[in-house]
């Protein structure tokens, strides 16, 4: 795998215009598990392949799991009202070979709003309903959580995940050459594509500053939706590839979605 600075990957903020969103995603946490790449046999179309890393001699795909609570989610231009809700959001590291840009493949997203209509209704993005709680006590004189837990009750992705940090604990990411081309890859892609609820493909795109995270310990997680699809099994959500967390970050996200012809 090659190096990856984020000098080549960072650039300032597109200018947002109409319906664009701006928001912080505080408690943000991103836990990513290395499976064999033939679980996602199938799963998008031939433009995109795998990202995969390399552990212990073998090839692993990597996939997340990305609680957070939206905070002042409204829109980047206008003075509307804003809103604070639980979301979680899951991902496979994909590169789209029409391009070669690395990013995402979005199984989809749970929401704890009555907001989640619009994007289903307008977009068909695969956004689905779930009552998320935060339970967190972050320690910002150390800059450490003492305690993270989020659990949703929903049908789609029930979820339940528990996280400590102690201080002065190292980022290691298996796999890659060095730490800063991991967190480019885990935290920096821009680009995300999917199957929307109609079964066209579909593409989003946001921005955000390089991410400040930290490392976490994994105390318990059980996510279903992984589960339900063999992804990842119950047994193997104990042992994270990594656990990173940041408590609070500024995302902006360009808003129509499109469809790809």
């Not at 979820?159 to 604990?169: G, R």
């Not at 992804?231 to 979605?257: C, D, G, M, R, W």
Request: overall charge positive; charged content about 20%.
């Amino acid at each position: 795998m090659e190096l990856r600075k984020f000098k080549h990957h960072l650039h300032d903020k597109p200018k947002p215009s109409a319906i664009d969103v701006s928001c912080q995603l505080q408690h943000f946490a991103i836990i990513t598990y290395a499976v064999p790449p033939s679980r996602f046999d199938g799963l998008f179309p031939a433009r995109f392949t795998l990202d995969t890393v390399v552990i212990h001699g073998e090839e692993k795909a990597l996939i997340s799991v990305v609680p957070f609570i939206d905070v002042d989610f409204t829109s980047a231009v206008y003075p509307l009202p804003k809103f604070t809700m639980g979301q979680t959001n899951y991902r496979i590291y994909i590169i789209d070979k029409t391009t070669n840009e690395r990013c995402v493949w979005f199984l989809g997203t749970t929401l704890d709003s009555w907001t989640l209509a619009l994007p289903r209704l307008l977009w068909n993005l695969p956004w689905y309903p779930g009552d998320i709680k935060f339970d967190c006590d972050y320690d910002a004189s150390k800059q450490i959580y003492r305690h993270y837990h989020m659990i949703t009750e929903a049908s789609w992705a029930p979820a339940q995940v528990e996280l400590t940090q102690a201080e002065h604990s190292d980022i290691a990411l298996l796999g890659f050459p060095d730490t800063e081309t991991g967190l480019v890859y885990l935290t920096h892609p821009l680009a995300g594509f999917y199957h929307r609820r109609d079964g066209k493909l579909g593409t989003y795109r946001v921005w955000h500053k390089q991410l400040k995270v930290k490392s976490a310990k994994l105390k318990f997680a059980r996510f279903g939706l992984l589960t339900r699809l063999g992804f990842v099994t119950e047994k193997e959500q104990a042992l994270p590839h990594s656990v990173l967390i940041e408590p609070i970050n500024e995302f902006t996200i360009y808003l129509p979605p499109k469809v790809v012809k």
